[in-house]
Every structure is written in structure tokens, then in C-alpha cells.
């Protein structure tokens, strides 16, 4: 059975993959191995995870002016998460990375996700225009 | 959005794929931030396309290939290499080719190839009320503050806001971002940019992405002391403006600053916070391999007090002195014979980069066929508290940061001066 979670859509696209699920919000700038897409920052929930092509969840992004610089240089070293679900809107340098790196993105879920979310079960984001929805394979 | 009909052209192709794939992303953000409708903008400082980073000048060779040009008059951020003296730098040829690939790139797209952090010293000067784009925070904080222009700290964005004239109206292009957030009341005998750049730390640290409001100052700060506030406050937090009342246009005092509300309790900053931003950083160290002078990249009157403190002095033995300064900037201190004076001091004058921003840093991966390999140094010297910061999170090294003056003394002398020396 697939559960399907409402959204706001902010960066369009489609993208499928295992979830990683993070507790804490994840700084593209500082927190994340380019070479290896490893999480190298001190976050407890997912410190030594790779983001290659997940479908990450976290609460809220960390600011930085150079993220989209970092989320895009992921993309180019092929470490690149396959979406992003932000619990809040993400800072314009995410939206700007993920957007350059054809990464969909969605924020402001209708209900919450955490208790449905199980580390490396499948799931699909689609975003059309301010439309998202997550899917979650049971 | 409302979007108006040459901006709906431009979404649907009509004005070519470069303009079409900007405006969808240019949509996309606006979307994101509740922007109602597309400003018209005056100014892009865009992207070099840094050669340090994989694919990162390709990104703009990509854009040149499908024909993107510069809707306005656009300058362009610093880079990872001089492009003219890299041996002056023990950069590999091989990085300063590549990162003459992205000056091609720029001439096709019909942007001002600057390769600097202030476009500003080299002739980009945008006025009161422009909307405007740009990819350094600096050179947001310095226009929104100091000229009156309006600008978010933008990303990539910038090359597409340029590449269409447009960007969504949200951040400080709106009127109800530009008003004060925090008051901060200086209680000290400020002098130079160095200790302003201090200031800015402070400040920056405080307030976050608020509007800082600071007074106090026993005359007008001069304009390259105004920069590096600026840099220092977008430096140590998230902030975008600040606002020196009687200075930053059109706030004529603290009221005004804080557009018709309550003015908060003021926030009194000493000697002491300034000399604890010196402080932080003044690391252990065994000998300095480089002292560098000029960030955010010196201005022409930067250059002049330069050349004033190394007349008749040596750079001593073992030790680099960097000058770092716009392409323009070091053509002005060439004509006018100042770059002779430094270069006799034994002064090296660099461009398009600085140390933090060279092949000194530990934090990016370039294409490993380039052979770039990042030297161990054994401590920097520095007069900016940007720099201080970055090279201490990118260079990975000791670094001590004090005022331009002592940071000539140091050179000459090979024994750190701090600021507090004098």
C-alpha cells in the first residue's frame, strides 16, 4: 500500500529513491564530503550517510549564501540527493542549487511525515508547479 | 505570478532557450518566496565560473553555447586564479587556462570580466533605488547600504537574473524589508578598515538576518571603512543591509531607520567587542609564510595608503606580502606609478583572487587533472575578518588577523604586530 503525503511544491520535477530521513537540518556548506556525498558534519542521525540519490528529508535547511554552490557541486560529482522535503521553506541558495541541478523540492507538508518515514524504504516526490506529493511504499 | 508579456515570451521560449530556461527558474523562486511580480533590474554581479570547482566554468560555457547574453550592465565575482600572473601565486598554468575559459564565456555573454569582490572600485556603481542582483554578499551589503540600490544575497540566480533584466519581487527589494531590526551604539575610537571590519563581525554575529542600525561614529566612516563593515556583517551572520543613519540613503536618523516603529533599546558595543573579533582570531603559530592585504579587494585610495606604509621599507625574507585588488584597480596603481612603489617594497599585487579564494583552499574538488595541490602554510596574516574567518574554514591553517598598518609592520619585520601594539 502507498501512502501519499500532500506538500507545497517549490523546485518542479520527479525524482524516486530510498528516504533518509534526518532529525537535523543538513548545510550543504560544511556538512557534506563533495568527493563522496558523505555526510561528514556532526549530525547524529545520519553522520557517515551518503546522500546519492536519496529522497532526503530533513526539518528545516541551514543557510548559507554558498549552499547552492555545494548542493550543485554534489550534483556534478553525481552525490547528489534525488529530492528534497523540507519540513519549512527552504533558503533561497538551496532553491537556487536544487533548481540548477534539476533536484525537486517540497516544504510544508499537510500532515506529519516522521512517523510514516523508514530509513532506505522507497519513495517518489512529484512536484508540478505548487503541487507535491510524497509517496511512501509500505 | 502576474507576469507581464515580454515576460511571459520570455517563459515560453519565444525570446530563445537561454532566456526561457532562465525566466522558469527566475518563476520557480518567486514562486517559492511569494513574489507577486518581476522587478526590472538595473545591475547583475554574476558568477565567474571558478575553476576550482568541477564543471564549474563549463556551467557558463554551457550558457554561451545556447546563446545567453547580458541584459544589463553585468560585472563579475572573483575567481580562482589570476589569470595574468598565476606564477606570482605557485598556481599550475593548467588552473589559471582553465580559469581564462570562463573570461571567454563572460566575452560572448557581454558581461564585464572583473573577477572581483568589489565591482563597485571598479566602476559599477549602481544608484538609489536600483534593483539589482548579485552573487557576493559583500557586494550585496555594500549597495544595499551604502549606494541604495536593492539586493538579495543571491546564488547562481544572479547570471539569470541578468540574462532577462527580471527578478521576483521579494527580501530587500521590498520596502518593508529595509527598515532596522536592532540599534547598535558605538562606544569607541574606531580608525581604519580593519577595526570597522571588526565592528561588522561583532554586529553581524548579533543581529543575523536582521537589519542592523549602527551610530555612535565620531565622524562619517569614509567609504572604504563603510566596506568593510559591510563585509564583516555579512560575514559573521545572515544579514543583507545595514543602516548607518545620515549615510545609507534615504534614512536621515535613527527614526527613520527604523521606519516609523519603535525604536528598540540600544545595544552599546566597546573597545573590547572590537578587540575580541581580533582576538578570535590569533592563532599559534611557528612563522608566517604570507601577510595579505585587501579584502574585500582594495580600493584605489587602499592602494595609495599601501604604497604610503612601504615607501623606503623590504618585505622581509621568507615572507609573501599579498595585495589583492580588481584587474582596474591594479591598472590605476600602474598608471599611476603606486604599483612600483609596492612591487619595490617586494610587495606581490595579485587579481581576479585572493588567498582564500586561490588554490590555497582545502574545501573544493577541482577536476584532478588540473594537478592542483594546495601548499602547507604555516600561518596568514590578515587585516579582514571575512578573510580571517575563511581562510581559518577553507585554508585550514593558523591565521592572525590585525590592522593594515601592523600587518606591514609584521611583513617588514617577519614578528606579527597586533593591532592592540599600538
Not at chain 1, 47 to 73: D, E, I, N
Not at chain 1, 80 to 96: E, R
Not at chain 2, 262 to 277: E, F, K, L, Q, S
Request: proline share 6%; charged share 20%.
Amino acid at each position: 500500500m502507498t501512502r501519499r503525503i500532500a506538500l507545497r511544491g517549490i523546485v518542479e520535477g520527479s525524482a524516486r529513491g530510498p528516504l533518509l530521513p534526518s532529525r537535523e537540518a543538513i548545510s550543504f556548506l560544511g556538512d557534506v564530503d563533495i568527493r563522496s556525498g558523505r555526510v561528514v558534519g556532526d549530525l547524529p542521525s545520519v553522520r557517515g550517510r551518503s546522500l546519492a540519490g536519496v529522497v532526503l528529508v530533513m526539518p528545516y535547511t541551514r543557510g548559507s549564501a554558498g549552499a547552492w554552490r555545494f548542493l550543485h557541486q554534489l550534483f556534478r560529482h553525481g552525490n547528489a540527493p534525488a529530492a528534497i522535503v523540507s519540513g519549512t521553506l527552504p533558503d533561497p541558495s538551496v532553491v537556487q542549487g536544487a533548481i540548477l541541478s534539476g533536484i525537486p523540492v517540497a516544504c510544508d507538508p499537510a500532515e506529519d511525515p516522521w512517523p510514516l518515514l523508514r530509513d532506505g524504504a522507497q519513495a517518489a516526490l512529484v512536484v508540478e508547479e505548487d503541487r507535491a506529493v510524497l509517496e511512501l511504499d509500505a | 505570478m502576474d507576469l507581464t508579456q515580454a515576460e511571459r515570451d520570455m517563459l515560453e521560449g519565444r525570446e530563445g532557450p537561454a532566456r526561457q530556461r532562465a525566466m522558469k527558474g527566475l518563476v520557480q523562486l518567486g514562486r517559492a518566496y511569494g513574489a507577486p511580480r518581476m522587478v526590472e533590474i538595473g545591475y547583475a554581479h554574476i558568477h565567474a565560473g571558478m575553476a576550482l570547482y568541477l564543471e564549474d566554468v563549463e556551467l557558463m560555457e554551457e550558457l554561451a553555447a545556447i546563446d545567453a547574453r547580458m541584459a544589463v550592465p553585468a560585472s563579475v565575482n572573483i575567481a580562482n586564479a589570476d589569470t595574468v600572473n598565476w606564477r606570482a601565486t605557485g598556481a599550475p598554468e593548467s588552473l589559471a587556462r582553465l580559469q581564462r575559459r570562463a573570461a571567454g564565456a563572460h566575452a560572448r555573454l557581454g558581461s564585464d570580466c572583473t573577477f572581483t569582490c568589489t565591482p563597485y572600485w571598479a566602476g559599477h556603481w549602481p544608484t538609489w533605488n536600483t534593483h539589482m542582483t548579485s552573487i557576493e554578499s559583500t557586494v550585496t551589503i555594500f549597495c544595499n547600504s551604502v549606494l541604495g540600490a536593492r539586493s538579495n544575497r543571491d546564488g547562481f540566480f544572479a547570471v539569470y537574473a541578468g540574462m532577462t533584466g527580471r527578478y521576483p519581487l521579494f527580501g530587500y527589494h521590498r520596502d518593508d524589508m529595509r527598515r532596522g531590526t536592532g540599534l547598535f551604539v558605538v562606544e569607541a575610537d574606531l580608525a581604519g578598515p580593519s577595526d570597522f571590519s571588526c565592528l561588522g563581525f561583532h554586529v553581524g554575529a548579533a543581529i543575523g538576518d536582521g537589519v542592523p542600525v549602527v551610530t555612535g561614529f565620531a565622524r562619517r566612516p569614509s567609504l572604504d571603512e563603510l566596506d568593510a563593515l559591510g563585509a564583516g556583517i555579512a560575514t559573521s551572520g545572515g544579514a543583507s543591509m545595514f543602516i548607518v543613519p545620515g549615510a545609507t540613503p534615504p534614512f536621515a536618523d535613527v527614526e527613520a531607520a527604523f521606519g516609523g516603529r519603535d525604536v528598540p533599546a540600544p545595544t552599546p558595543v566597546g573597545r573590547a567587542a572590537i578587540d575580541a573579533v581580533y582576538a578570535r582570531y590569533r592563532d599559534a603559530h611557528d612563522a608566517i609564510d604570507i601577510v595579505h592585504l585587501g579584502c574585500p579587494h582594495a580600493s584605489w585610495e587602499e592602494m595609495k595608503h599601501y604604497a604610503r606604509l612601504l615607501d623606503g621599507r623590504r618585505v622581509a625574507g621568507g615572507i609573501e606580502l599579498w595585495i589583492t585588488a580588481s584587474r582596474n584597480v591594479r591598472n590605476a596603481a600602474a598608471d599611476a606609478g603606486v604599483l612600483a612603489r609596492l612591487e619595490a617594497a617586494g610587495a606581490k599585487v595579485i587579481s581576479d583572487t585572493c588567498p582564500m579564494s586561490c588554490h590555497f583552499a582545502r574545501t573544493v574538488s577541482p577536476d584532478p587533472a588540473l594537478g592542483v595541490v594546495p601548499p602547507r602554510l604555516r600561518a596568514v596574516v590578515v587585516d579582514s575578518a571575512k578573510q580571517a574567518k575563511y581562510v581559518r574554514d577553507m585554508i585550514q591553517c593558523p591565521v592572525l588577523l590585525t590592522g593594515a598598518e601592523e600587518a606591514v609592520e609584521t611583513a617588514c619585520s617577519g614578528r606579527f604586530v597586533p593591532r592592540d601594539a599600538r
